[in-house]
């Protein structure tokens, strides 16, 4: 069965950081790029980024470039988002999502609970 | 990039059928065949229920159909049932690994 289970949400100030994780199982991890989208109170969801199977290649949405990073260690079937310089319109439930590596694959298949990042002093 | 729009809140009485519409721009919808539908129920996971347009993945009923024209998807559901109350989200592929969502729709089965 398939899982993916967010971690590391919480309360942080403005400005500060925080790392999330998600962890995979029931499918071969390095198979598949690996998504994090959020979803502020209220709000629809919104892509923030994308890490390919060998973690070789990350995308980001221009509202978190340069203050958010993605990676993955296939070893220990891990997503991670690292957030600095965080900011009170980055509140929001962040899921991660999985879609398969493959030309012409642009769908996510399978997505986490989410986790909560409440950017508040 | 900006959102797709969907209408706010759609409504049907069981039985019947409701579409749902998804307006983006030439950027996005209008050009790549990756438009994807997405259910969402309350403190639930967001579960997929139409790709590339217009395609079910295996356990998603028939009564969800996918449709697009130009700049604007359609989600359709019929026979609408009571567990179908959720709110639905498109979601277009916009180039360069990059990807849009809608604003959702809240469907409410009366």
């Known amino acids: 069965e398939v899982q993916l289970l967010e971690s590391g949400g919480g309360l942080v100030q403005p400005g500060g950081s925080l790392r999330l994780s998600c962890v995979a199982s029931?499918?071969?991890?390095?198979?598949?790029?690996m998504n994090w989208v959020r979803q502020a109170p209220g709000k629809g969801l919104e892509w923030v980024s994308t890490?390919?199977?060998?973690?070789?290649?990350?995308y980001y949405a221009d509202s978190v470039k340069g203050r958010f990073t993605i990676s993955r260690d296939n070893s220990k079937n891990t997503l991670y988002l690292q957030m600095i310089s965080l900011r009170a319109d980055d509140t929001a439930a962040y899921y991660c999502?999985?879609?398969?590596?493959?030309?012409?694959?642009?769908?996510?298949?399978?997505w986490g609970l989410g986790t909560l990042v409440t950017v508040s002093s | 990039q900006s959102a797709l729009t969907q209408p706010r809140s759609v409504s049907g009485s069981p039985g019947q059928s409701v579409t749902i519409s998804c307006t983006g721009t030439?950027?996005?919808?209008?050009?790549?065949?990756?438009v994807s539908w997405y259910q969402k129920h309350p403190g639930k996971a967001p579960k997929l229920m139409i790709y590339?347009?217009?395609q079910r993945p295996s356990g998603v009923p028939d009564r969800f159909s996918g449709s697009k024209s130009g700049n604007t998807a359609s989600l359709t559901i019929s026979g609408l049932q009571a567990e179908d109350e959720a709110d639905y989200y498109c979601?277009?592929?916009?180039?360069?690994?990059?990807?849009?969502f809608g604003g959702g729709t809240k469907l409410t089965v009366l």
């Open positions: 999502a999985k879609r398969r590596a493959a030309a012409g694959v642009y769908h996510f298949d399978y």
């Open positions: 890490i390919s199977g060998s973690g070789g290649s990350t």
């Open positions: 979601c277009s592929y916009a180039g360069s690994y990059t990807w849009v």
């Open positions: 030439s950027s996005d919808v209008g050009t790549y065949e990756y």
């Open positions: 590339d347009v217009s």
């Open positions: 029931g499918f071969t991890f390095s198979n598949y790029a």
